[in-house]
Nanobody, 124 residues
Protein backbone atom coordinates (compact mmCIF):
# COMPACT_ATOMS: atom_id res chain seq x y z
CA UNK A 1 0.00 0.00 0.00
CA UNK A 2 1.38 3.37 -1.04
CA UNK A 3 1.65 6.00 1.66
CA UNK A 4 3.07 9.51 1.73
CA UNK A 5 4.03 11.52 4.80
CA UNK A 6 4.84 15.21 4.86
CA UNK A 7 7.15 17.00 7.28
CA UNK A 8 8.96 20.29 7.69
CA UNK A 9 6.16 22.77 8.22
CA UNK A 10 6.35 25.55 10.75
CA UNK A 11 6.00 29.22 11.57
CA UNK A 12 8.28 31.63 9.71
CA UNK A 13 8.41 35.32 8.86
CA UNK A 14 7.78 36.83 5.47
CA UNK A 15 10.89 36.57 3.33
CA UNK A 16 12.16 33.45 5.10
CA UNK A 17 12.70 30.03 3.58
CA UNK A 18 11.35 26.61 4.53
CA UNK A 19 11.81 23.13 3.12
CA UNK A 20 9.05 20.55 3.15
CA UNK A 21 9.73 16.85 2.77
CA UNK A 22 7.55 14.09 1.38
CA UNK A 23 8.44 10.49 2.20
CA UNK A 24 6.73 7.80 0.14
CA UNK A 25 6.55 4.10 0.93
CA UNK A 26 5.09 1.06 -0.79
CA UNK A 27 5.82 2.45 -4.25
CA UNK A 28 6.82 -0.88 -5.77
CA UNK A 29 8.51 -0.07 -9.07
CA UNK A 30 8.58 3.65 -8.28
CA UNK A 31 6.26 4.74 -11.06
CA UNK A 32 4.63 7.51 -9.09
CA UNK A 33 4.63 11.20 -9.81
CA UNK A 34 4.65 13.47 -6.77
CA UNK A 35 2.65 16.61 -6.29
CA UNK A 36 2.23 19.34 -3.69
CA UNK A 37 -1.06 21.04 -3.04
CA UNK A 38 -2.08 23.52 -0.35
CA UNK A 39 -5.26 24.59 1.34
CA UNK A 40 -5.74 27.84 3.18
CA UNK A 41 -8.62 28.34 5.63
CA UNK A 42 -11.89 28.81 3.78
CA UNK A 43 -10.34 28.12 0.38
CA UNK A 44 -10.18 25.24 -2.06
CA UNK A 45 -7.16 22.99 -2.16
CA UNK A 46 -4.90 24.32 -4.88
CA UNK A 47 -1.99 23.03 -6.89
CA UNK A 48 1.54 24.13 -5.94
CA UNK A 49 4.08 21.94 -7.76
CA UNK A 50 4.52 18.49 -9.24
CA UNK A 51 7.17 16.29 -10.76
CA UNK A 52 6.43 13.58 -13.31
CA UNK A 53 7.09 9.93 -12.53
CA UNK A 54 10.18 9.95 -14.74
CA UNK A 55 11.42 13.17 -13.21
CA UNK A 56 11.70 14.75 -16.64
CA UNK A 57 8.96 17.33 -16.07
CA UNK A 58 8.40 19.72 -13.19
CA UNK A 59 5.30 21.88 -13.07
CA UNK A 60 4.63 24.93 -10.85
CA UNK A 61 1.71 27.17 -10.08
CA UNK A 62 2.26 30.73 -11.29
CA UNK A 63 1.99 32.00 -7.71
CA UNK A 64 5.09 30.07 -6.61
CA UNK A 65 7.15 29.96 -9.78
CA UNK A 66 10.65 31.41 -9.23
CA UNK A 67 10.25 31.06 -5.44
CA UNK A 68 9.60 27.33 -4.91
CA UNK A 69 11.65 24.40 -6.20
CA UNK A 70 10.55 20.77 -6.15
CA UNK A 71 13.18 18.04 -6.28
CA UNK A 72 13.12 14.29 -5.80
CA UNK A 73 15.74 11.60 -5.19
CA UNK A 74 16.69 8.97 -7.77
CA UNK A 75 14.81 6.27 -5.88
CA UNK A 76 11.66 8.39 -6.30
CA UNK A 77 10.67 7.84 -2.67
CA UNK A 78 11.62 11.26 -1.26
CA UNK A 79 10.63 14.69 -2.46
CA UNK A 80 11.53 18.14 -1.19
CA UNK A 81 9.74 21.42 -1.73
CA UNK A 82 12.15 24.30 -1.16
CA UNK A 83 10.16 27.44 -0.48
CA UNK A 84 12.01 30.76 -0.64
CA UNK A 85 10.87 34.36 -0.18
CA UNK A 86 7.75 33.18 1.62
CA UNK A 87 4.73 35.47 1.77
CA UNK A 88 1.80 35.58 4.21
CA UNK A 89 -0.44 34.34 1.38
CA UNK A 90 1.59 31.12 1.32
CA UNK A 91 0.07 30.23 4.70
CA UNK A 92 -1.78 26.94 4.31
CA UNK A 93 -1.74 23.25 5.03
CA UNK A 94 0.56 21.66 2.47
CA UNK A 95 -0.25 18.18 1.18
CA UNK A 96 1.94 15.75 -0.70
CA UNK A 97 0.25 13.39 -3.16
CA UNK A 98 1.23 10.51 -5.44
CA UNK A 99 -0.05 9.72 -8.93
CA UNK A 100 0.81 6.41 -10.57
CA UNK A 101 2.51 7.00 -13.93
CA UNK A 102 1.63 10.63 -13.49
CA UNK A 103 2.96 13.36 -15.76
CA UNK A 104 3.05 16.09 -13.15
CA UNK A 105 -0.60 17.10 -13.29
CA UNK A 106 -2.04 20.14 -11.55
CA UNK A 107 -5.41 18.37 -11.13
CA UNK A 108 -6.27 16.98 -7.69
CA UNK A 109 -8.40 14.17 -9.09
CA UNK A 110 -5.39 12.60 -10.79
CA UNK A 111 -3.68 11.81 -7.49
CA UNK A 112 -4.58 8.54 -5.79
CA UNK A 113 -2.65 8.84 -2.54
CA UNK A 114 -2.57 11.80 -0.14
CA UNK A 115 -0.70 12.60 3.03
CA UNK A 116 -2.15 14.17 6.15
CA UNK A 117 -0.61 17.57 5.49
CA UNK A 118 1.82 19.87 7.26
CA UNK A 119 1.03 23.41 8.40
CA UNK A 120 3.00 26.35 7.03
CA UNK A 121 2.36 29.74 8.61
CA UNK A 122 4.05 32.89 7.32
CA UNK A 123 3.75 35.98 9.50
CA UNK A 124 4.00 39.49 8.09
Amino acid sequence: QVQVVESGGGLVQAGDSLRLSCAASGLGHSTYAMGWFRQAPGKEREFVAAISWTGATTNYADSVKDRFTFARNDARNMGWLQMNRLKPEDTAIYYCAADNYGLGSDQRQNYEVWGQGTQVTVSS
